[in-house]
Each structure stands twice: as structure tokens, then as C-alpha cells.
DNA sequence: CTGTTAGCGCTTTCAC
DNA sequence: GTGAAAGCGCTAACAG
């Protein structure tokens, strides 16, 4: 059963007295097989324990059952849900993911890219619309689907999945508004992300139109977490001491911004409210759950992967899939 | 630039008036070329814009650039980290891994493996002890190194990385043991995983040989998060009101528990002591920073990666790599 | 140091 | 419904 030189489909047609293509054409289903000559070939097949060589086949056939996701992290705030969708829906269909991690880096990016297109994937998805004009040119010119998730408005280079983040931001910030606050604070990161770039520019727009102040310390490169949520709300607050109520980038930092408060003895809303972005878990399980943002991140990951392989047998795809976002009046607002 | 065909490396041989061969040469490395023909063929390269087709060069090779890796989750308690610590070290080798989510079942992994093998990947990284049989006898008959990560207490298909979930769960008990706790609980799941089951069946046993007793319901088939956690422990107290303290099966779930006596005005530990297993972030970023045990996570996924390189090209790897684990005691106990 | 010859294992295309 | 021939784009192995 297990020789050292790797089964061949010619073994497989050797054994039962056909030719090679029969057995390709009962294993791809593509062409005409008879029952008969099918059910000996897939007997054969279990019997020898074949595996096929898709290396070969997608050679041949030039087309291959890989996807390709490129996503500054597998560990920061949506990524992981995002890339579990997309591995589900790829795999429902028979495809891999092939997963590159750029660390918020768009070289890094750039080389991961290259590496997808060589393997000859089936399809891109990609983060963002910020890229190297290389990175763009390549996959402008390949002939396979990109999808770039996360935003909605920009143009996308094929085609795009996700939500508005500027609409969703300015929601949030009517929502404080609303609320009577007056003075808030921005606690966010400054990365190359297009998306959360969007989130403040348009809560710093909104807010300005509204003539109310706002205090934003650039103070991290990437998307930081609970401990430097606690942290930069410390030294904002330092810095800052009129704000009533504090924006923070992702909802690991607001939830960082909430046990500050306990800590500190700071009465959320009533002292400062506090506000996430995101719709994570543990926000919503805190003693008092946080006033935030959430969209669907797992179905962010399955449209994705959905609009990938609708495009790849030419069927009408939407261009641009808006998947909306949700405000949730939480208690800490 | 663009050509509807795409470019060979027959194209780049052309342009300069060299073999395909030399060409083949400077871009694998591998055999001497002239450091005047080098410089043409990487100049046509780039001025061509040629992506070799590695599908093509794997095949013919016998060997891909392509590293299978088979999770149960990409979001749940650990993987997240180690997917990340296998994409670094592998994308540092110029190796892509290309991931599968089991979703805890085994036949889903079975039919993985079967794929990542199709794919001649360069290797596997698959988690955990529990597999098909058929899976083993893929792994077992392939002739690619497979790393089974997460346990190293067991038999090996051929490597693995982790640390010794018994022992660590044992020194949990242990130090809640030298606190004076008498009467315990514990908050898991039942699910395949040979990791998380040992680690309760060492609990279990280790406190029965103290004579103490343990009340833990079979409430969750997968690992939970916080809200299992808090509604597990609501569920545990009702049912066994004598307990001290209580080891959930990860430290979301200690979280969910902390949040739990919180809005309950349980007192801890005094009340109940806390414990988790993982050694997250938000534990550790609580009021009480949770009594846990931490092990390293990302350094799990690189050291997979890296052993996987170094058995491809035949250096001599540990068959067993314990990362090892520290008890981390916070003041939940 | 470089070129030639043969494939890698499959699928496409075209016969019959 | 099935087979034969040709080749996908690259690399191994050997010559020179």
C-alpha cells in the first residue's frame, strides 16, 4: 500500500485495464465515464489508497483549488473570525486557503502577493485597500478575482466586501452626541490601515462640524489591546482631563478603558462613558456592557471566500458588498 | 507588460539569448552561473515582470514551498497565536502555510490531510494526538515530517511540540492545594482533544489521591468563552454550593467566572478562588490578575515551523520539543 | 559555467 | 464512451 515511489492515476488504470484519461475523467467528473467503468475506477482508487497530485493537475489544467488571504494578523480584533469564515466557505467548495500574515506590513505584503500569484491561486483576499502600487499593478493585471475586505467606499482594484467605517463611525459619535456629551477622546492607532484611518478621520470630521472638542494622543503603531487600552486611557485622561467621554479604536482597548475606570473608581457613563468599536464577546460581557460597534466579521470572511468562487466561474457577482454594521447602546454610554 | 499568455521562463531566456536552464539556475539558487549572466537574467526579470510558476517548478521538483497546517479553530483560546507563530517562521523560509479549520472533527481533519497531501505539501503541522486512523496511516506512510502540536506526553506520528498538559494541570492543583482549598470545581469541555482531556483527567485524578473532592458538570462539547464561563459557573455554584475553588478549562472562561463574582458580589478569592489555563492577556489585565497557567503559545507555532524546515532538509530535529509551561499566581487564589 | 535531453503527473484536444 | 498524442512550465541529470 504504501510504495516509495507515490501512486500514480496511470497506476490506477494499469490495475482495472483503461487508459489514464478514464481514470482523469471519473476523478475531475469532467467528460463521460460509463457507471460501470466509474464505480471499477473509484474501487480501484480506495483499493490502492490513490491520492492524486493536484500539483500536476492544476498544472495541466492551469487553474488551481487555492485561495490566497493576506491579513496583517491572525490574532488582532476581527482577523481571526474574518479568516475562519473564509476557510469555511473555501472548504465547503473543495478549496484551501493559503494564508500570509503581513504584520501591517505592505511589503511584506507585497512579497506575500507575488508568492500567492505564483501559485498560480485561484483567487486573492486581500486587506484593505492600501497597497504598494506594485502590489496593486500585480493584481490588476493577473486574470484571477481579488477581493479586498474591510471597506466598502474607495475603489476597489476588483472587487470588495465589507462595511463603512466612516458611516459607522460617525453613528457612534451621533450616538454620544445625542447623549449630551460634549468633550471627548480618541484612543486609536495610527497604522497604514485605510479602515481605521477612516474610523477617526470621519469621528474628528464629525465632531469638528459639531464644533465639540476632541483629544487624540497618536500613541500606538498597531492595533494595541486590553493592557494598552488601560494605559493610554491613564495618560489621556492626564492629559486631557474636560473629556467626558472617550472613542476607543477597537473593543480589547475599551475594555482595557473600563477596568481603568474600576480601578480608578471612575463611574462609567456618569464621570466618563466609555465606547469600543467592534462587537466582540467580551465587551458585551462585562458588568456593564459596552456602548460599541459591531459588524458581521465571520461573514465579512464567507462572503469573501462566496465572492471569490462565484467570480471564478464567471457568475454576476457584486461588485461592492456592503455588509452593514450594527450600533449597540451598551451601558458604559 | 501584461501579455494575455503569461510570461515563462523560456520568455527570460529568449530576451537574453540564454537557456532556460540558466535561468532556472540563478532563480533557485541552485548550480554555478556567472555573476554577468546572473545580472542579466535578474534584470530581464524585472524588467519583464516574470513570476515563475511554481506549481510547475514544485511539480517537476517533487517538492513544495507549501506547509500543511491543520487547526481545530483560528479563533478560539490558543490557535490564533500559534497560526501566527507558524505564518512568521514559515514565511521567513519563503514557505506559505495553508491552513484548515477542523471545527473539532476529526473526519473534517481526515479529509484535510488527505488535501494537504494532494497538495505534496512540504510538511504537516496538525494539533493534538487524536486522529483518524486513517489520518495517522496517511501521515504515518507519507513520507513529509508531521508535527502533532500541543501535547508531547504520548506517541508522536513523527514529532511534536508542546508541553506536558498533565503536569501542568497537576502544579495548578498542586498550588491551590497549598492554599488550603478543599473543595473543588472545575469548568471544561468534553471535546476529542487528548490535550484538554488530560489535563482534566490529571486534575481529577491528582486531587482524588488527596482525598478531595472535585464536582465538574459536562456542560460544553467545545471550548467556551467568557459567557460559558459565567453561566457555567452560575450552574456550578447552584449545584455544588460547598466548592472553595474553581479551575476553568481556559482563561476566557476564568474571566467569564471573575466577571461572574463580581456582579454577584462573590468575593475573591476569599469567597472562591479562580483559577484559568492559558495565560491571556486579559486575564492577567484584570483587578485581580487571574492564577493561571501560562504556556508559550506563539513560540509552539514557530518552534512547529522550524522543526519542519529542519527536518525537510534532513538535519537532526528533537522528536519531542516540551516548551514547558510557568504557573502564574495571581491573586484570584 | 552553460546547454541538451527527458521527464514530473496530470489534463486538453481530438480522434474513433 | 474511450483512447492516443501533446504539452502545461519547470527542474534533474548529464554532457561538454
Redesign the pocket.
Same mark, same amino acid.
Given at each position: 500500500m504504501t510504495k516509495s515511489?507515490?501512486l500514480?492515476? /496511470?497506476d490506477v488504470?494499469r490495475t482495472i485495464? $483503461? &487508459?489514464?484519461? !478514464?481514470?482523469? /475523467?471519473v476523478?475531475?467528473g469532467?467528460?463521460? $465515464? &460509463?457507471k460501470? !467503468?466509474?464505480d471499477r475506477v473509484l474501487q480501484a482508487v480506495r483499493e490502492l489508497g490513490?491520492l492524486?497530485?493536484?500539483?500536476?493537475?492544476s498544472?495541466?489544467?492551469?487553474?488551481s483549488n487555492q485561495v490566497g488571504v493576506v491579513l496583517p494578523s491572525l490574532t488582532v480584533g476581527i482577523f481571526p473570525e474574518v479568516a475562519s469564515g473564509i476557510a469555511f466557505e473555501l472548504e465547503k467548495a473543495g478549496y484551501n486557503p493559503v494564508i500570509g500574515v503581513t504584520d501591517y506590513d505592505v511589503l511584506r505584503e507585497e512579497s506575500l502577493v507575488e508568492s500567492m500569484l505564483s501559485w498560480n491561486a485561484a483567487g486573492i483576499i486581500i486587506n484593505d485597500f492600501v497597497h504598494t502600487e506594485r502590489t496593486a499593478q500585480l493584481l490588476r493585471s493577473v486574470h484571477v478575482p481579488t477581493v479586498e475586505i474591510m471597506q466598502v467606499s474607495g475603489h476597489p482594484i476588483h472587487l470588495c466586501v465589507g462595511f463603512n467605517h466612516a458611516a459607522a463611525a460617525r453613528c457612534l459619535a451621533d450616538h454620544l452626541i445625542a447623549k449630551g456629551y460634549r468633550h471627548f477622546g480618541f484612543l486609536g492607532w495610527h497604522g497604514t490601515a485605510f479602515a481605521a484611518s477612516s474610523r477617526f478621520g470621519a469621528i474628528r470630521d464629525h465632531l469638528s462640524e459639531h464644533g465639540l472638542s476632541l483629544a487624540a494622543p497618536e500613541l500606538f503603531s498597531s492595533p494595541p489591546g486590553v493592557l494598552e487600552g488601560k494605559a493610554g486611557l491613564s495618560r489621556l485622561i492626564a492629559e486631557a482631563s474636560e473629556i467626558e467621554a472617550v472613542i476607543f479604536g477597537n473593543d480589547l482597548m475599551a475594555v482595557g478603558g473600563l477596568l481603568y475606570c474600576e480601578e480608578q473608581g471612575i463611574a462609567v457613563p456618569d464621570q466618563l462613558a466609555i465606547a469600543g468599536f467592534g462587537g466582540l464577546t467580551i465587551g458585551q460581557a462585562m458588568k456593564r456592557p459596552l456602548t460599541t460597534i459591531s459588524f458581521p466579521r465571520y461573514d465579512v470572511g464567507r462572503r469573501a471566500a462566496r465572492t471569490i468562487l462565484n467570480a471564478m466561474v464567471g457568475q454576476d457577482v457584486t461588485k461592492i458588498s456592503d455588509l452593514g454594521f450594527k450600533l449597540i447602546e451598551g451601558s458604559t454610554s
Amino acid at each position: 500500500m504504501t510504495k516509495s515511489r507515490r501512486l500514480t492515476q /496511470r497506476d490506477v488504470a494499469r490495475t482495472i485495464g $483503461v &487508459s489514464d484519461m !478514464t481514470v482523469s /475523467r471519473v476523478l475531475t467528473g469532467r467528460g463521460t $465515464v &460509463s457507471k460501470r !467503468t466509474r464505480d471499477r475506477v473509484l474501487q480501484a482508487v480506495r483499493e490502492l489508497g490513490y491520492l492524486p497530485n493536484r500539483m500536476a493537475g492544476s498544472l495541466a489544467a492551469s487553474r488551481s483549488n487555492q485561495v490566497g488571504v493576506v491579513l496583517p494578523s491572525l490574532t488582532v480584533g476581527i482577523f481571526p473570525e474574518v479568516a475562519s469564515g473564509i476557510a469555511f466557505e473555501l472548504e465547503k467548495a473543495g478549496y484551501n486557503p493559503v494564508i500570509g500574515v503581513t504584520d501591517y506590513d505592505v511589503l511584506r505584503e507585497e512579497s506575500l502577493v507575488e508568492s500567492m500569484l505564483s501559485w498560480n491561486a485561484a483567487g486573492i483576499i486581500i486587506n484593505d485597500f492600501v497597497h504598494t502600487e506594485r502590489t496593486a499593478q500585480l493584481l490588476r493585471s493577473v486574470h484571477v478575482p481579488t477581493v479586498e475586505i474591510m471597506q466598502v467606499s474607495g475603489h476597489p482594484i476588483h472587487l470588495c466586501v465589507g462595511f463603512n467605517h466612516a458611516a459607522a463611525a460617525r453613528c457612534l459619535a451621533d450616538h454620544l452626541i445625542a447623549k449630551g456629551y460634549r468633550h471627548f477622546g480618541f484612543l486609536g492607532w495610527h497604522g497604514t490601515a485605510f479602515a481605521a484611518s477612516s474610523r477617526f478621520g470621519a469621528i474628528r470630521d464629525h465632531l469638528s462640524e459639531h464644533g465639540l472638542s476632541l483629544a487624540a494622543p497618536e500613541l500606538f503603531s498597531s492595533p494595541p489591546g486590553v493592557l494598552e487600552g488601560k494605559a493610554g486611557l491613564s495618560r489621556l485622561i492626564a492629559e486631557a482631563s474636560e473629556i467626558e467621554a472617550v472613542i476607543f479604536g477597537n473593543d480589547l482597548m475599551a475594555v482595557g478603558g473600563l477596568l481603568y475606570c474600576e480601578e480608578q473608581g471612575i463611574a462609567v457613563p456618569d464621570q466618563l462613558a466609555i465606547a469600543g468599536f467592534g462587537g466582540l464577546t467580551i465587551g458585551q460581557a462585562m458588568k456593564r456592557p459596552l456602548t460599541t460597534i459591531s459588524f458581521p466579521r465571520y461573514d465579512v470572511g464567507r462572503r469573501a471566500a462566496r465572492t471569490i468562487l462565484n467570480a471564478m466561474v464567471g457568475q454576476d457577482v457584486t461588485k461592492i458588498s456592503d455588509l452593514g454594521f450594527k450600533l449597540i447602546e451598551g451601558s458604559t454610554s
